[in-house]
């Protein structure tokens, strides 16, 4: 059974940067995704970015349009960890962000949740 764990999550203010981690643990596949999700109070959760691995090597990075630009996500194969840079941060990036994996970035949604990290942007 896949595990995932997130850190990095924080206090930033406006304009500054986070980077988030997540980190599988158990088996994984040779081609599969991994990705984010944010949910803030009172909103739905909301795809925010994902990359496709297959052999090694990514082969698809994906962002929702709010995020473009400004948050860059990477990650180390071997290590099945995943990384999202967020740079420039806004007041309405506010919000619990949750790691997801599966076999697409499509099925994320769908797939194994981490248990999330708080990420706050101050005025």
């Known amino acids: 059974q896949v595990q995932l764990v997130e850190s990095g999550g924080g206090l930033v203010q406006t304009g500054g940067s986070l980077r988030l981690s997540c980190a599988a643990s158990?088996?994984?596949?040779?081609?599969?995704?991994m990705g984010w999700f944010r949910q803030a109070p009172g909103k739905e959760r909301e795809f925010v970015a994902g990359i496709n691995w297959s052999g090694g090597r990514v082969v698809r990075t994906a962002y929702a349009d709010s995020v473009k630009g400004r948050f860059a996500i990477s990650g180390d194969n071997a290590k099945a960890t995943v990384y999202l840079q967020m740079d420039s941060l806004k007041p309405e990036d506010t919000a619990v962000y949750y790691c997801?994996?599966?076999?697409?970035?499509?099925?994320?949604?769908?797939?194994?949740w981490g248990r999330g990290t708080q990420v706050t942007v101050s005025l």
């Open positions: 997801a994996a599966n076999r697409e970035i499509a099925t994320l949604v769908a797939g194994i």
């Open positions: 158990g088996r994984t596949f040779s081609s599969y995704a």
